[in-house]
């Protein structure tokens, strides 16, 4: 609306608000109207008769006392003829108890017209009795307008040149002119009821139209919008094709009689009916755009504004919809039902208001100067003078019209005294609002520039910012601190933060940007610029920056630029800041105390930086860890689960290693009935190379232990040559592999290189089982040979590898194989378990130490 001039949307703006306050005001004032007086009869209006059509006349009452009977026809009160209902309701529905009125009756049986002279009687009043709560939650219906009013108007006057901000208001005032009016119709001044039927009628028939407009274009073209952008207008126009007539038509007659006479015909009841449906429908056509946008929406900006006002828009209106289709599927009028079934649905309709209320100064929805979130004493002092004028004009018309009504009342003024007061405040008040722009625009900088700081003072909030971003843990919490605490004391109108990753690039974080600007490229040449100078840099206006390096930030509409500059003088961060809403230039102090908060910020962004590192790290060595503990679950899956039954042989072996993963390795070979293989091999190294090499041994004997049957050397060699293939030069390992044959006692053994095992005999001889090749995997050109011993009864076979003899002490003395045979010795009646473990305890006792080497041993006792 950028292209209609200023004072034309101000005039209308004071017209609309004029007129809707004044209809707000009539509504609130009548809606508390109980008629007094009571005649007691039931009737049709039938406006080409200008006559009232008796149905039925209650027992007891002041028409029946007068003799008027059902089937009557009643064409004058007090002598006045009934071209309108007006003489009924001046001298009954606005009459008092006692007042005598004559009506003019027409009878069917009877010649002439009869004079019947009743005497009113009191109402009853239905409310007398009514619960406390239901008489709080009546006069809080009563003041149904005021929240529209009070949202609606101002959003208006601060945002004159937005379409959306008129289309709010319009919504509003049509949601107003939704409450019922018809059922105090008579109470209303004849000289204000045209007035508030076209009032009525007008925007009470656009308002599904309104609804739907209103929510297909804000805060961003809904999904339905961008398919069928003519849908509105269709809509619209529809809506206004038809009320538009019929409120000119009520303002020119003044009352509703012809209208609800037009309505009871049965083509205009369907045309209703179809009236109803659109109106349901429209309404839902715009929640479902309301929701579809909030999912939908094309920018994170559009999703948050139209999130804050879905719910509460939808828990207001949803309710009175669907009540509103029931009541008209079972044809009755939604007051028609209990109390609290009623009320509670209207009372829902609270929450509208409420809810943009809450989005326009919490999330500034329609971009509501932040001026409105600022304390209540910059709001008294910036918009006091609107306040207190529109309070005054206010006061004035409620005088006025009070005065116009006491005369009326006391002393019977006639229709011109109420008119006069009432106009005479709306002028009053119309002058108010024209004249103080002018005093407002001369004082708005003033008051901006000697009470903007002094209320908030900057300083000492960009002050507290320094200190408070030592604390921050993360990113993303150290730019929410700069956004929240900049806004609070320098009020720009766009603030970006950019600060560097882990690759040192800067990218955009809790801020909503293009796409293209979410990172800011290396090569820039702005970014070295701004880091060798370390200090804020005011921005050219956007004429004088299309040719130099700042182009690039346009549509971020900076107006000042502060580096974040780290301890080796490189870039860390970068704060983009557009316009101030005071308008005001960044002063040398702001300057000043930005740069400080800027150091600050920088030096939090690299404790950032390197707790993210240490963190990296941390989680690399909790992996790793986690990998190595699974490595250790597999390897334990590599030793025997199980051992070949023997008749004559007791044997048992483990495996106790100095890491997480070692490279010493034994095994039971099953080669057949009664004959097994004994293998034990020592890996040169530890940790994880020891443990690949050793499973690759350990696959190695087992997918060709089959040999061992036929010829021992040769799968030894097969071995060897598949190790030598395999693994680097440097790498060899110890080999002792023995098979034993159940029947006969035999052991065949080779020793590639590995320590003698100890064959301790039944009498107590040692006989040590010695190398017969060397290591494996060191020479392609390896061979070996196979030695033989016969296992007694009662003899030991011990096989160790280097971490029992080699174990050292705190003196650094090493365990040693006389040690070793000592232990044996000690234990030689024990059954190979025990003697294993009385190995193993023995060596670690010895050592008292942190194993430095695998400790592996298989133990064997003849039978």
């Not at 001039?5 to 004032?29: C, D, E, H, Q, S």
């Not at 071209?83 to 069917?108: I, K, Q, T």
């Not at 065949?748 to 010695?770: D, I, K, S, T």
Request: proline share 6%.
């Amino acid at each position: 609306m950028t292209s209609v001039p200023r004072p034309v949307l101000l005039a209308l703006a004071v017209v609309f608000a004029g007129a809707t306050t004044l209809y707000a005001g009539i509504w609130m004032k009548y809606v508390r109207w109980r008629p007094q007086a009571f005649l007691g009869v039931d009737f049709d209006y039938a406006p080409l008769a200008q006559a009232m059509l008796v149905h039925q006349v209650v027992a007891g009452s002041a028409a029946e006392q007068a003799g008027l009977r059902a089937s009557d026809r009643i064409v004058a009160v007090n002598s006045r003829s009934l071209e309108s209902l007006e003489p009924f309701w001046e001298a009954v529905v606005r009459g008092r108890p006692g007042d005598r009125v004559r009506l003019s009756v027409e009878r069917p049986e009877a010649p002439g017209r009869l004079q019947l002279d009743a005497t009113l009687r009191a109402r009853p009043d239905p409310d007398a009795n009514a619960p406390l709560a239901q008489t709080l939650a009546a006069q809080l219906i009563f003041c149904y307008p005021v929240l529209f009013l009070a949202v609606g108007l101002p959003v208006l006057f601060l945002r004159l040149d937005d379409l959306n901000a008129w289309l709010l208001s319009l919504l509003f005032a049509s949601m107003i002119a939704g409450a019922p009016l018809l059922p105090f119709e008579p109470a209303i001044h004849p000289a204000l009821r045209g007035f508030a039927l076209a009032y009525k009628v007008a925007f009470s028939g656009v308002s599904a139209a309104l609804f739907y407009f209103f929510f297909a274009v804000f805060p961003s073209p809904s999904p339905i919008e961008r398919r069928l952008p003519w849908l509105k207008w269709v809509l619209l126009g529809s809506a206004l094709a038809v009320s538009v007539p019929l409120a000119l038509w009520g303002f020119w007659e003044g009352y509703s009689h012809r209208l609800v006479e037009w309505a009871r015909q049965s083509w205009v009841q369907l045309a209703l009916f179809l009236v109803v449906a659109y109106g349901l429908g429209t309404f839902a056509l715009g929640l479902i755009s309301l929701v579809w946008n909030s999912l939908r929406a094309p920018s994170a900006e559009a999703r948050r504004k139209t999130r804050v006002m879905v719910w509460g828009t939808v828990a207001a209106v949803a309710p009175i919809l669907l009540f509103s289709g029931i009541a008209a599927a079972m044809g009755r009028e939604i007051y028609s039902f209990p109390f609290w079934a009623w009320a509670l649905v209207v009372l829902a309709l609270f929450l509208l208001p409420l809810s943009f209320a809450y989005a326009v100064v919490m999330h500034r929805v329609l971009e509501i100067p932040v001026l409105l979130r600022r304390s209540a004493r910059y709001l008294l002092v910036r918009r006091g003078v609107d306040i207190l004028l529109l309070l005054l004009a206010l006061l004035f018309f409620e005088v006025a019209t009070g005065f116009a009504d006491f005369f009326e009342e006391s002393f019977g003024g006639s229709q011109g005294t109420l008119v006069s007061g009432v106009g005479f405040g709306m002028v009053f008040g119309v002058l108010f609002l024209l004249a103080h722009r002018h005093l407002e625009a001369r004082l708005g900088r003033r008051i901006d520039r000697a009470f903007f700081r002094s209320a908030y003072d900057a300083r000492q909030i960009l002050e507290d910012l320094a200190e408070k971003t030592r604390t921050a843990t993360s990113r993303e919490e150290l730019a929410t601190l700069l956004r929240r605490q900049v806004r609070e004391a320098l009020y720009p109108h766009t603030r970006h933060v950019y600060l560097a990753d882990s690759s040192g690039q800067l990218r955009a974080v809790s801020s909503d940007v293009p796409a293209e600007l979410e990172a800011l490229p290396h090569d820039w040449p702005l970014l070295a610029v701004l880091a060798r100078r370390g200090q804020p840099l005011d921005v050219p206006p956007p004429e004088a920056r299309r040719e130099s390096t700042f182009f690039l930030l346009d549509p971020l509409q900076p107006e000042c630029l502060v580096p974040l500059v780290g301890r080796e003088a490189n870039l860390v961060g970068l704060l983009v800041l557009g316009p101030r809403l005071s308008e005001e230039p960044y002063s040398s102090e702001d300057k000043r105390l930005l740069a400080s908060v800027a150091s600050q910020a920088a030096a939090a962004v690299e404790n950032i930086r390197l707790a993210e590192t240490i963190a990296e790290r941390r989680e690399a060595e909790r992996l790793a860890a986690q990998e190595i503990e699974i490595a250790k679950k597999v390897q334990t899956r590599l030793f025997p689960q199980k051992k070949p039954p023997l008749q004559t042989l007791d044997y048992a072996g483990h495996c106790l290693q100095a890491r997480a993963v070692g490279g010493d390795y034994y095994d039971f070979l099953e080669l057949g009935p009664g004959r097994v293989g004994l293998v034990l091999a020592d890996i040169a190294g530890k940790g994880i190379s020891a443990a690949l090499l050793m499973a690759n041994l350990q696959a190695n004997l087992r997918s060709q232990y089959a040999v061992a049957l036929e010829d021992l050397p040769r799968l030894l060699r097969s071995v060897n040559r598949l190790f030598c293939e395999n693994t680097e030069p440097a790498n060899y390992a110890t080999v002792f592999f023995a098979v034993y044959e159940d029947a006969t006692r035999r052991l065949q053994y080779e020793n590639c290189g590995h320590n003698p095992p100890l064959l301790v005999r039944a009498a107590g001889a040692v006989e040590r089982l010695r190398g017969t090749a060397t290591v494996l995997g060191m020479f392609e050109n390896w061979h070996c040979a196979v030695a033989e011993v016969e296992i007694e009864p009662g003899d030991l076979l011990v096989i160790y590898s280097d971490g029992v003899s080699e174990a050292a002490s705190d003196t650094e003395e090493l365990f040693g194989e006389a040690r070793l045979l000592e232990t044996i010795q000690a234990h030689c009646h024990g059954s190979a378990e025990e003697v294993l473990r009385a190995i193993v305890a023995a060596v670690e006792q010895f050592s008292g130490r942190e194993q430095e080497d695998d400790i592996t041993l298989v133990v064997a006792r003849a039978r």
